[in-house]
């Protein structure tokens, strides 16, 4: 009982998580730019929103603040990269380590509590009254819906391409007359807008800001990013590719609720996330027999840490079963461009 | 139409890598000329092509292309004036994005870009007639990826690209050569059908010597960042390989002997 109870606070915070890790996805994908930034930005999203709930302004309006600032620490990442010439890890570090201080004064300590403030949440569950857990999954799935067809529409328009295509290939995109400074900043200033949101959401669902709430926050949003594209298939269009990030940032959620639960220390769950994303980059490097052992590995690694057996093994069951339904409904909708490799000059 | 006075460049100025790319060029193109240049390895042809594209700034000298003084433009901006292929395959299209995203790109190169949608139904079927025009069936394959298409189809499509919206200039940097033989021969009769057909102005580097006679109204050739020959007209139609040759082995003092030119 204990575990669905903690399975459905994951799902709610994977919702809210989600946001955060779509802003890694227009980075890190679509840019092709490992941006840093967003450990600071998701931390800064939260203390803007919480610091303007404590001196009363509405939890809504304050998520605004909240993607500005955080668009403006992804723009300063964007400048000090493209106009200064900063190598992109390093702008983002830099940005990041700046973002530490700053929330901090932001906040005028190093955390504030929202106890006994009223919060998008609050607010709902006074019209409503359903659980916390409930309402921040209704919002966040909403807002994540929101957010799609935004992002959907956007990456359709002539600005989105231009942006798309210089993750792609930036002598091209240059060549045909846009700026890729620009288009980098518009990408970051994006990413990093989407994560403040998520930060700001997550820290109102929480009931508190903290300066270290972000720490972390890259390497958990590519974690969710691949866990979404092994699980649901790299594929389809693009709206189905921004669900499937939503989507394995839930299965992230979940897998790391359920460890827990089966026993594994909290600090150790770091070191469960660095694994499963070196192992994930390694999946379509390495030979298939060393997949599988790598696989096999993963799992009694897991086995090992929870001391459980049966359970490991049935989110490995439940995580084929969702892998193999996804990949059916793919199949169906999907044009098989494999078919049209055959021609060529 | 385009007029090049004294550029020069130097690259790692003042390092032990220090090299003098260009050592004051002076090139004046005359509309509707097709220029092909030659020259050895290092002679300083790419360079050109990408001093006038805005990839490297001057050191010296000025860049007027259709009475715009170019000199100190950004890359970006310059690129509405300009048609450019590369040499290498990939360089020219966006290998995720699919072919008519790819013409839509091309087809705004030179036009602000703003939030409307990204490419047109209209649009879609001025890109199927182009394409047909290719001859290598990309007019039925319009959502699939460029990363599909082989290399001799990607620089077909990259050369569409840089001609769907007229350029002043198109600059073809020895765009067959990652080519094989046959591609490659198939790719230069789409060059020049477009050349002919918009009447554009073009400088093309190309290192085989036969193609450089052939093709286009003038030939130049570089050595050492200058401009050492230049011909047109009759006096270029009647050129010989062996005269190319013989012109190149008097300025390189025999050098040539090793340039990979001998083998065209």
Avoid at chain 2, 159 to 187: G, I, N, R, S, Y
Wanted: hydrophobic share 50%.
């Amino acid at each position: 009982m204990n575990i669905l109870l903690a399975i459905e606070g994951a799902i709610s915070q994977g919702v809210l998580w989600g946001l955060m890790t779509l802003g890694v996805y227009i980075t890190f994908k679509i840019l092709n730019f490992a941006d840093m930034t967003v450990d600071g930005s998701f931390a800064l999203g939260g203390a803007v929103s919480a610091i303007l709930i404590v001196k009363g302004m509405n939890p809504w309006l304050s998520l605004i603040p909240a993607i500005l600032t955080g668009m403006v620490a992804g723009g300063i990442t964007g400048i000090l990269h493209t106009k200064i010439k900063i190598p992109e890890i390093l702008a983002g570090i830099l940005t990041m380590i700046a973002l530490y201080s700053i929330n901090i004064r932001i906040m005028g300590q190093a955390n504030t509590s929202l106890l006994g403030e009223s919060t998008v949440i609050s607010i709902l569950n006074g019209m409503i009254g359903a659980s916390t857990n409930t309402l921040a999954l209704v919002i966040g799935v909403i807002v994540s819906i929101i957010v799609i067809a935004i992002l959907y529409w956007f990456f359709g328009t002539e600005v989105g391409s231009a942006l798309r295509a210089t993750g792609n290939n930036e002598y091209m995109v240059r060549a045909l007359g846009a700026n890729t400074d620009v288009m980098k900043i518009i990408g970051l200033m994006l990413g990093n807008g989407l994560v403040a949101l998520s930060g700001a959401f997550v820290a109102q669902s929480q009931g508190y800001a903290d300066v270290g709430m972000g720490q972390g926050t890259i390497v958990i949003g590519l974690a969710s990013i691949i866990i979404g594209e092994v699980v649901f298939g790299n594929r389809f269009n693009f709206a189905y590719k921004l669900a499937a990030v939503v989507g394995g940032s839930i299965i992230y959620r979940i897998i790391i609720a359920v460890v827990l639960q089966l026993g594994m220390k909290s600090t150790d769950l770091k070191l469960l996330t660095a694994i499963i994303v070196a192992f994930a980059l390694a999946m379509p490097v390495v030979s298939k027999k060393v997949r599988y052992t790598l696989c096999v590995l993963l799992v009694a690694f897991m086995i090992l840490v929870t001391k459980q057996i049966v359970p490991i093994l049935l989110i490995v069951l439940a995580l084929i079963i969702v892998k193999l339904i996804s990949s059916v409904i793919c199949k169906v909708f999907q044009k098989d461009e494999s078919k049209q490799e055959v021609k060529g000059a | 139409m385009l007029k090049i006075s004294g550029v020069t460049k130097t690259f790692n100025a003042g390092t032990i890598n220090e090299k003098k790319a260009l050592n004051g060029i002076d090139l004046h193109l005359k509309p509707k000329d097709f220029v092909t240049i030659i020259g050895g390895n290092g002679a300083g042809k790419s360079t050109m092509l990408n001093m006038i594209a805005g990839v490297y700034n001057c050191d010296t000298g000025s860049i007027v292309l259709s009475n715009e003084d170019i000199t100190k433009q950004p890359e970006h901006k310059r690129a509405k004036l300009l048609g450019r292929v590369f040499q290498d395959p990939m360089r020219g299209t966006a290998a995720d994005m699919e072919i008519e995203e790819n013409l839509a790109m091309a087809y705004r190169r030179g036009k602000v870009r703003g939030l409307s949608w990204g490419i047109t139904k209209e649009e879609k079927a001025l890109y199927v007639e182009k394409l047909k025009m290719l001859d290598l069936g990309l007019e039925n394959r319009m959502t699939s990826k460029v990363g599909l298409l082989s290399g001799g189809q990607r620089q077909a499509l990259t050369l569409l690209m840089a001609t769907l919206q007229k350029p002043q200039l198109l600059l073809l940097d020895e765009h067959t050569a990652a080519l094989d033989p046959k591609t490659a021969h198939k790719v230069l009769s789409i060059t020049e059908h477009i050349i002919n057909e918009q009447g554009l102005t073009a400088l093309m580097v190309t290192h085989n010597m036969k193609d450089a006679i052939r093709l286009g109204n003038r030939l130049i050739m570089m050595h050492e960042g200058r401009i050492i020959y230049d011909v047109e007209g009759e006096e270029k139609k009647n050129l010989k390989v062996e005269d190319l040759l013989k012109k190149f082995e008097t300025v390189s003092n025999g050098e040539f002997a090793n340039d990979r030119m001998l083998l065209a």
